[in-house]
């Protein structure tokens, strides 16, 4: 009996195996995902470059209100923002949004949670680089959460939940808003 086990479970493996090398083969665009980049090459790169960036707007389930954060970092240090960052080299949107979510503010989302609300051209006049302007082509999503336990990183110093229709709100944060109740 325990010979059969072993003899079935390598035939099972075989197969996953041998799919998993077919999926692999079909998979023309399989690359490695980049990752944080050394602070030199990112101030360079922002010297030179709009950055590709991606944000999640998250909202209560009755899309009343907005969960932000105030970053302590520029572009937009003190301010209520969304939650967001760079896009990594090979990252699908998605996914960035996804990892984004989790390593920002500890929500664990799936691609089912979220769907693309828009595209925005963000530019400040300061970045974290002194004479250095900010400029970035922010894909957003948007998702609907109940009551999330929300545990910042360390560019933020808290997270409040605000009114969807707040006029106080950076115009950023305000148009990501209105793609995000147009999409949902």
């Known amino acids: 009996m ?3 086990l072993v ?16 999926r692999l083969k079909d998979m023309k665009t399989a690359r490695v995902v980049g990752g944080e980049l050394p602070l030199e090459h990112y101030r360079a790169a922002m010297e030179k470059l709009p950055l590709a960036t991606v944000d999640i707007v998250i909202l209560n389930p009755e899309r009343t209100e907005a ?8 572009p937009y240090a ?3 923002y969304t939650f967001g960052g760079r896009l990594y080299k090979n990252e699908e949107f998605a996914s960035a949004a996804i990892r984004l979510a989790k390593k920002e503010c500890g929500l664990l989302l799936s691609p089912a949670d979220i769907v693309e609300a828009g595209v925005l051209n963000e530019i400040s006049e300061n970045s974290i680089f002194e004479g250095i302007n900010y400029h970035a082509v922010n894909i957003y999503f ?5 009551e ?3 545990t910042l990183d360390d560019q933020h110093s808290e997270a409040q939940w605000f009114a969807v229709d707040d006029p106080t709100l950076h115009p950023n944060v305000q148009t990501k808003i209105a793609g995000a109740l147009r999409t949902l």
């Open 67 to 74: 969960l932000l954060g105030r970053r302590k970092n520029e």
């Open 7 to 22: 003899v079935r479970n390598r035939i099972v493996l075989r197969k996953e195996l041998s799919r998993a090398r077919i």
């Open 148 to 150: 999330p336990e929300v």
């Open 78 to 80: 003190g301010t209520f």
């Open 142 to 146: 948007a998702c609907t959460i109940k």
């Open 2 to 4: 325990h010979v059969e």
